[in-house]
């Protein structure tokens, strides 16, 4: 994963994070928004424990932000969700990505006590390239 920022705003992007995933209703207000927000995405986790999903989303944006640095772990797991997302998998469509993103940006600004606009670029361009390996990898 290519992500185009300099080592001190990555420690930004990191510090966002960290701020974020320290609240416990951070993944779970994320899918509680994502869900409710067609018939289509609620029909893809209407079989999902919504409260585990949380802990599982949790540990899987700290490995992206870790794929992010270049690290083994991350990009080894960023690897494996993009496979099980695909269509040879879930089947998630590309143009659900971009308003994965969306939602995810939107629960950060509400979420993050020490908010600034410059957050908002740094989310965008750290899931931004999980995203596009995601969809490049969907076979869609
Ligand atoms: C960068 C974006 C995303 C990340 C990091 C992510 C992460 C994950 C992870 C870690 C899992 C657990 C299963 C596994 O390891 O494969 C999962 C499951 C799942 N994801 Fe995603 N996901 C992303 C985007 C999406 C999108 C856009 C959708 C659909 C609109 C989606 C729908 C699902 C569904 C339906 C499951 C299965 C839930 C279950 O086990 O019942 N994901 N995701």
Redesign the pocket.
């Known amino acids: 994963m290519d992500v185009n920022l300099e080592p001190a705003a990555l420690d930004q992007f990191q510090r966002s994070l960290e701020r974020c995933l320290a609240d416990p209703t951070f993944t779970s207000r994320f899918y509680a928004r994502?869900v409710l927000s067609s018939d289509?995405?609620a029909a893809?986790?209407a079989?999902?424990?919504i409260a585990k999903?949380g802990v599982?989303?949790k540990?899987?944006?700290y490995l992206?932000m870790r794929a992010a640095r270049g690290l083994e772990d991350g990009l080894e797991?960023?690897e494996?969700?993009a496979e099980?997302?695909s269509a040879r998998?879930?089947g998630?469509?590309p143009r659900?990505?971009a308003?994965?993103?969306d939602t995810?940006i939107a629960v950060m600004r509400e979420t993050d006590p020490a908010y600034e606009p410059a957050l908002e670029v740094l989310w965008r361009e750290v899931?931004g390239h999980?995203?596009a390996q995601?969809i490049a990898a969907s076979g869609r």
């Open positions: 994502f289509e995405i893809l986790f079989e999902t424990d999903q599982v989303l540990r899987s944006l992206v797991h960023l494996r969700i099980s997302h998998g879930l998630i469509e659900h990505y308003h994965w993103l995810l899931f999980c995203v995601m």
